[in-house]
């Protein structure tokens, strides 16, 4: 008599990578269940990929059913309204802040593509050609927004079709990010999003991951360790006091969303403790950075102990006496006759436009000056050129001496380095595990690491597809 239990059978749950794969923009997968099918992120491309965005979908928009969205980073939601004006009708699924820091992000975005898209169209007609059409505009930004219907917390389970739920759990990255666990089928997929790094201030530390038959990981920094992020606060602090010190003035092309609240926080520290030179003054030259530091301050629950204990205080980390915030274009542009003595915070994070071309234009070539880097700069933007020590730049048309102080701190990250990706998708002890949102060498060598640690690890092509 044969006593083995009988075979269940179940239908596979298939994964296309069609975004974010071998890069680290532009995430998004495709997950078909029996009851439902998912994307999970749908992510711009930025740097030298950003004319990927302008390619169709390689999906049906309007058989999307749910948009799971792991953050409001651009890179991970900036091409929803594009899926909506191409016909998605499903629901987005996101924690409270997300949804809220989303909206600022997407309608930002949006005035940028209309931006361009006019200066474009004044080449075209130059040129005698069509002027093209913006990838999407404010009215697709405010349409993205209906979509945000189903706001869910840190652990809640939500159901979405027959045997398909959803479970979010904080993956510790910016403020509200999530890591999806995903049951459909009788299999379940975790996917971390972007996954944060450990003893990072305002944002709680990732969860443990969930059991799951499968795993998709980013692996931006799988190839490198961080600084400490106290090293790191020492490292800023001492570019902050050798530039500020000789009379110069400290940029900081800081991204709009957890990046300038973090540095906004480590210099309300600073200051606290007498560390800044007296006289110093700080602004916040970034309007979208300025709206989502008010957001932040919305959400004060969903921040970590520290974080929840100095927002209850009389103090205000986002608001203290050296900081000011500019309110006008007139304003930022007054900065740039102000002597020494300033820190001025300013977007976007990678150079790529926003008011820190204005900033760079008017200092890059004085050596007095310094510009101070806290985050990640990808490859083709003006940063990464900066960064990796180009003499002689164009910015806003006109070439500039890069002769200011450059100093690039890497442990400000919000993304885990080698050793805390290792360690994580260790104890997740999934079968299979995917890495994702990563360039070559960084998901190489930590496909390396996690083979020899045993585990089955595969690096997904675009468009790769797999089924469990
Ligand atoms: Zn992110």
């Known amino acids: 008599m044969d006593l083995a239990a009988p075979q269940l059978y179940h239908n596979p749950m298939r994964i296309t990578f069609w975004g974010a794969a071998r890069t680290v923009t532009g995430s998004c997968h495709l997950v078909e269940t029996s009851g439902a099918t998912l994307l999970l992120d749908c992510g711009m491309f930025q740097g030298h990929e950003e004319g990927r965005n302008r390619e169709p979908f390689p999906f049906s928009a309007e058989e999307i059913d749910y948009l799971i969205l792991t953050h409001a980073h651009l890179d991970h939601c900036g091409m929803i309204p594009r899926l909506v004006r191409e016909g998605f009708k499903g629901r987005v699924i996101s924690t409270p802040p997300t949804a809220d820091i989303a909206r600022l992000i997407l309608l930002d975005a949006a005035h940028l593509q209309e931006e361009e898209a006019e200066r474009e169209a004044r080449k075209a007609v130059r040129r005698g050609e069509p002027p093209p059409a913006p990838l999407f505009d404010v009215g697709d930004a405010l349409a993205a927004m209906d979509h945000f219907s189903l706001r869910v917390g ?27 666990e995903l049951s459909a089928d009788g299999h379940t997929l975790v996917y971390t999003g972007d996954l944060g790094s450990w003893g990072r201030p305002i944002v709680q530390d990732p969860s443990l991951p969930p059991k799951g038959d499968l795993l998709i990981s980013e692996g931006t920094y799988g190839d490198r360790p961080h600084r400490s992020f106290q090293e790191s606060v020492d490292e800023f602090r001492e570019a902050l006091t050798t530039v500020l010190g000789r009379g110069g003035t400290v940029l900081i092309p800081s991204f709009a969303l957890e990046r300038t609240q973090e540095v906004l926080y480590v210099l ?3 200051w606290k403790e007498h560390d800044l030179p007296c006289g110093t003054h700080i602004v916040l030259d970034s309007p979208l950075g300025s709206a989502i530091t ?17 927002f209850s205080g009389e103090e205000n980390p986002f608001r203290f006496p050296p900081l000011s915030v500019t309110r006008s274009v007139e304003e930022s542009k007054r900065l740039n006759h102000a002597g020494g003595g300033y820190v001025i915070i300013a977007g976007s994070g990678m150079c790529t436009g926003g008011r820190i071309l204005h ?8 050596k007095e000056d310094g510009v101070v880097f806290v985050g990640y700069q990808a490859r083709g933007t003006l940063g990464r050129a900066i960064v990796d020590g180009a003499k ?3 910015v806003l048309g006109e070439e500039v001496a890069v002769k200011a102080d450059i100093w690039t701190i890497n442990g400000f990250s919000a993304h885990a380095d080698q050793e805390e990706l290792a360690h994580w998708i260790a104890q997740a002890h999934a079968p299979r595990t995917f890495l994702v949102h990563g360039e070559d060498h960084a998901l190489s060598a930590l496909a390396q690491r996690l083979t020899r640690q045993g585990l089955r690890v595969d690096i997904p092509d675009v468009g790769e597809k797999v089924e469990i």
Do not use: T
């Open 154 to 180: 840190y652990g809640e389970e939500v159901e979405l079709g027959p045997g398909v739920k959803v479970k979010l759990h904080d993956a510790g990255h910016i403020l509200g990010s999530a890591i999806v």
């Open 268 to 270: 309300y520290l600073l």
């Open 294 to 310: 008010r957001a932040f301050a919305r959400y004060p629950d969903w921040f970590d102990e520290e974080g929840q204990r100095l």
């Open 359 to 366: 900033h760079l234009r008017h200092r890059l070539w004085r």
């Open 392 to 394: 002689r730049v164009r």
